[in-house]
């Protein structure tokens, strides 16, 4: 009888250890999970009578951004690519935020033509701009060329909202105080600007075109901000985190499948579109930000950083 005592007690020492193990292992999986969330934008800034410009704006952290603007009370513009699924993402927006006032217009960033007249049809129909959340994006895709012969990622990530920004600046200056968002990566940290290959047509690499893109966006943010001083405009650049969007669809299927294999299980700590667009948000709505023009900042804390 003392044996079978032994025993059980063995064995309930040992379910309570395994158990002790799975909790410690479930909180620490949750805590890493959250930590890997970064910042959430806790502001309470109302945009009633605002407008806001966000380009695609039809998914992923766009479309998030899109429906805490419009919840906000801002009229949101999405300009979109494919119409049908920016219609579609519209009307998400108006269920999830309970708000009427959100447009669609058509925008190709790899046309530049169609960007000016994006640009036209906003300075036609609109009679102020608020914030222009520069968000849309590819990302390591093949060696494709934009309408106008430009390297599809330097083109659409950059000179497209490059060109887009300028037409629309004295609309944004019209209506300051505002601000002008640039989505842009922590993979600029890794790029640099090749003047002497600047559409890789030498060397392409996808990480190495899109990392000078994201550079591009960071610069143009800091130059921009020095050459709008005075006007009420400002300026900021982001780093949204690891995102579960649309984005990485060039990048993920080119990957050895042993690596995909191995990174599967990480998925459970990248970011949701929700998560994602905090920073997003923050650098639109955050009231601290108004003296301030021309930072980066991080997704982890939202915290600025000084980028020359």
């Known amino acids: 009888m003392s044996s079978d005592c032994g025993g059980q007690q063995y064995t309930n020492a040992a379910s309570i250890f395994f158990s002790f193990i799975h909790v410690v292992t479930g909180v620490g999986l949750f805590g890493a999970k959250k930590w890997m969330a970064g910042g959430v934008c806790h502001s309470k800034a109302r945009l009633d009578g605002k407008t806001v410009l966000i380009t695609g704006g039809n998914t992923g952290i766009g479309k998030e951004t899109a429906v805490d603007m ?155 901000s020095n050459r709008l001083q005075g006007t009420g405009v400002n300026t900021y650049s982001l780093h949204p985190g690891v995102i579960r969007t649309e984005l990485g669809r060039h990048f993920w299927p080119t990957m050895p499948l042993w690596k995909r294999v191995v990174y599967t299980p990480l998925m459970f700590f990248i ?24 930072l980066y900042y991080s997704a982890a804390v939202i915290h600025a950083q000084t980028k020359c």
């Open 271 to 294: 970011k949701s579109p929700a998560e994602g667009a905090q920073t997003t948000i923050y650098c639109a709505v955050e009231e601290s930000l108004q003296n301030q023009s021309g």
């Open 70 to 224: 419009a919840r906000r009370g801002a009229r949101v513009i999405l300009a979109c690519r494919d119409m049908d699924r920016a219609n579609n993402a519209a009307e998400d927006v108006k269920k999830m935020s309970g708000s009427v006032n959100v447009v669609v217009k058509k925008l190709d960033l790899a046309s530049l033509q169609s960007v000016r007249q994006l640009a036209e049809d906003v300075l036609a129909s609109e009679e102020r701009l608020d914030v222009l959340i520069n968000n849309a994006g590819v990302m390591s895709c093949p060696k494709w060329q934009t309408e106008d012969g430009f390297e599809m990622q330097l083109g659409v990530n950059h000179l497209g909202h490059f060109l887009l920004t300028h037409c629309l600046l004295d609309l944004l200056k019209k209506s300051a105080p505002s601000r002008i968002v640039n989505v842009s990566s922590l993979a600029h940290e890794r790029g640099q600007i090749y003047f002497d290959d600047i559409h890789q047509e030498k060397d392409y690499r996808p990480w190495k075109s899109y990392s000078q893109s994201k550079l591009a966006n960071v610069l143009f943010t800091k130059e921009l």
